[in-house]
């Protein structure tokens, strides 16, 4: 089993920043491919970014492509999510995510690949 604890969501002004962390314990050799998703009130989750090991393939939606950026750190067992240029339409809950399998890019953007989620942590763009 894995586990996943996000954590660094709240409140910002638009065009600020935020980094979101992921804790990743348990099996974390388990966790081969990690993603972020996120869902807005009164909408279905859709996926954010997602990245194959700590320098494998990186996909991103293109909602955020160019503002966001992932990364891992295998010492620390701890994915991140850095976030800037923010908008209010990135206003959501944000999940992260992991696969035990070593996704390709066009396998990371559907949810049913990923075994293990997170609880969330909430991310307010708001002036």
């Known amino acids: 089993q894995v586990q996943l604890v996000e954590s660094g969501g709240g409140l910002v002004q638009p065009g600020g920043s935020l980094r979101l962390s992921c804790a990743v314990s348990g099996r974390t050799d388990s966790a081969s491919t990690m993603a972020w998703f996120r869902q807005a009130p009164g909408k279905e989750r859709e996926f954010v970014v997602a990245k194959r090991g700590s320098y494998g393939s990186t996909s991103y939606a293109s909602a955020v492509k160019g503002r966001f950026t992932i990364s891992r750190d295998s010492a620390k067992n701890t994915v991140y999510l850095q976030m800037n240029s923010l908008k209010s339409e990135d206003t959501a809950v944000y999940y992260c995510?992991?696969?035990?399998?070593?996704?390709?890019?066009?396998?990371?953007?559907?949810?049913?690949?990923?075994?293990?989620w997170g609880q969330g942590t909430q991310v307010t763009v708001s002036s």
């Open positions: 995510a992991a696969s035990r399998g070593n996704l390709i890019v066009s396998e990371m953007a559907r949810i049913a690949n990923y075994d293990y």
